[in-house]
């Protein structure tokens, strides 16, 4: 009698996102792998530039920095924040450039972008939408089993990736109702609706 053949375990299937949390003197990136149901952390750091050099050459350094992330990574999609409104406007219009080159690597790569607002990614990582920088750091160390500390940049980096992958997550558990009803970011909303369908 011949044995039937060992079937073979399917691995889990397996997303990378990237994250950035861009910034004219310090942005932060973060890489975070989905396989199955867990989050894995893939890799994480800051692409720190000069003062000393002027805003062109600064926005060079980054776009090269997530380019070389991109490449050594090969993310699937890339996530970060929403422009937002500050009373600040120079330091507005810097952010925004810093923006601009990030979505310049990814369609360059041909990499999906999402764009969440700070709240969103605070509620999507801590529950709380008015979070501290300090409460994203310890929660996204806790959620990646990460053990060494890390930059805030990094972090907020990390947590845009993970805000991504939660989403997708429920998007796909509640039959994409999520996009069709989302309200600013309120995750209650989302729960709510899924619950009556």
Same mark, same amino acid.
């Given at each position: 009698?011949?044995?039937?053949?060992?079937?073979?375990?399917?691995?889990?299937?397996?997303?990378?996102?990237?994250?950035?949390?861009?910034?004219?003197?310090?942005?932060?990136?973060?890489? $975070?792998?989905?396989?199955?149901? !867990?989050?894995?952390?893939?890799? =994480?750091?800051?692409? *720190?530039?000069? %003062?000393?050099? +002027?805003?062109?050459? !600064?926005?060079?350094?980054?776009?090269?920095?997530?380019q070389?992330?991109? @490449?050594?990574? &090969?993310?699937?999609?890339?996530s970060?924040?929403?422009?937002?409104?500050?009373?600040?406007v120079?330091?507005?219009l810097?952010? +925004?450039?810093? &923006? +601009?080159?990030?979505?310049?690597? *990814?369609?360059?790569?041909?990499?999906a972008?999402a764009?969440?607002?700070? %709240?969103?990614?605070?509620v999507?990582?801590v529950?709380y +939408?008015? *979070? %501290?920088?300090?409460?994203?750091?310890?929660?996204?160390?806790?959620?990646?089993?990460? !053990?060494?500390?890390?930059?805030?940049?990094?972090?907020?980096?990390?947590?845009?990736?993970?805000?991504?992958i =939660?989403?997708?997550?429920? @998007?796909?558990?509640?039959?994409?109702?999520?996009?069709?009803?989302?309200?600013k970011?309120?995750?209650?909303?989302? $729960?709510? $609706?899924a619950?009556?369908?």
């Open positions: 009698m011949i044995p039937a053949p060992k079937s073979k375990a399917t691995r889990p299937e397996r997303e990378v996102i990237l994250g950035i949390d861009p910034g004219s003197i310090f942005t932060g990136w973060g890489v $975070v792998e989905l396989e199955g149901n !867990r989050l894995c952390h893939g890799a =994480h750091g800051v692409i *720190a530039t000069s %003062t000393a050099l +002027g805003q062109a050459e !600064r926005l060079k350094q980054i776009y090269r920095g997530i070389d992330v991109i @490449q050594k990574h &090969r993310p699937a999609a890339m970060l924040e929403k422009v937002f409104f500050s009373r600040n120079q330091s507005a810097k952010l +925004g450039q810093a &923006r +601009g080159v990030a979505l310049l690597a *990814a369609a360059e790569s041909q990499i972008v764009e969440y607002s700070a %709240t969103e990614i605070k999507a990582v529950g +939408g008015h *979070a %501290t920088k300090e409460q994203i750091q310890k929660m996204v160390t806790a959620l990646l089993c990460l !053990r060494s500390p890390m930059r805030a940049d990094a972090a907020d980096g990390l947590a845009a990736a993970i805000c991504h =939660h989403r997708r997550t429920f @998007q796909k558990r509640t039959g994409g109702i999520v996009s069709r009803h989302a309200t970011g309120n995750w209650r909303d989302y $729960v709510q $609706v619950a009556k369908r």
